[in-house]
């Protein structure tokens, strides 16, 4: 790939295909609270590439002028040390912070990386250098309020997984290490991608993911050709391809900031919720996060699609995305998780 081909990303709409991968990105983004993507798959199916395609998609985010954790100017709720407003009950005199506007941020989790390097650690140059105890902010800091995006998930270490397990729950991350104690806030969403041929992922981590989503190379002639041109226009010309499609990635980066306006105000019915219910019980699933996820991914989609309530027709279009990856294997049924859902869908939604 070209050098400029790596400064600019691939344009989100110019993506062809994998719509179910679209869809679970997209809403994700409408509502980071839904716990991440796991997008499973053949090597060379676009995964990686969609993942950068959504964060160049994304408005920039505004945050506090030289902070290393990107806090919110928006949000005092949940700012980090240094952020924190002075007390003036103690003489210290409130200033309003300066703030700058900022891409989101997408960070790379590579295999074989050190707690440090995830969590932070001592600055060992100004240690040596200064005599002094300072932190060096890790990879969770630079996430903050964006993507944490781990390639080959499925290959990670059971220690790095544990950490990351305890830091989305809490959406902070508590060093204390070599005399330091240092909490930030580390609110991200995960995005993990990995072909399933190479390892299965932990069950604990495995149902972190709020959508599991399954990609596989397209099959139709046409769809791979056109796949095919586009990626080669890209590579040959970065610039004017992004140009071309600069009016489609604008009007749906207008369609997100609306979604997430409109996120609260989606009415979600007492026969929806009932729906959902339904079909979790039918599928047996664990624990009752498999329903809230769906609820809460349904709703999205409808903003998404600006709508003011959610309809069978959202439920039905998300359940696969939010359900396959939660179901217990039943030696009776060999049957893989993504045709157990859509059979539970129809008995459910035919009733």
Known sequence: MSSAAKRLAFPFP??????????????????????????????????????RALAALLPEQQVILGCPYGCDPAT???????????????GHEHLKPKVAKVPVPVVDLPLGVTEDRVVGALN????????????????????????????????????????????AASGENLVEREGLSVRHPARFVLIGSGNPEEGELRPQLLDRFGLSVEVTTPEDLDTRIEVVRRRDNFE????AFCEVWAKDSDKLRRRLLSARKKLKGVEVSEA????????????????????LTLVRAARALAALEGKAAVSDDHLRRIAPSALRHRLRRDPLDEAGSGVRVERALGEVFAA
Not at 236 to 239: H, I, L, T, V, Y
Not at 272 to 291: I, K, M, P, Q
């Open 14 to 51: 110019a993506i062809v295909g994998q719509e179910e991968m679209r869809q679970a990105l997209l809403i994700s983004a409408v509502d980071p609270g839904i716990g991440g993507v796991l997008v499973f798959g053949d090597r060379g199916t676009g995964k990686s590439t969609t993942i």
């Open 76 to 90: 005092p709720q949940g700012l980090c040390p240094v952020c924190e407003p002075a007390d003036p009950a103690h």
């Open 124 to 167: 060992l140059e100004r240690a040596l250098t200064h005599g002094e105890k300072a932190f060096e902010p890790g990879l969770l800091a630079r996430a903050n309020r964006g993507f944490l995006y781990i390639d080959e998930v499925n290959l990670l270490e059971d220690h790095i997984v544990d950490l990351l397990l305890d830091v």
């Open 236 to 239: 040959r010309d970065p610039a």
């Open 272 to 291: 929806a919720y009932r729906r959902a219910a339904t079909l979790c019980v039918s599928l047996g699933t664990d624990g009752l996060r498999g329903e």
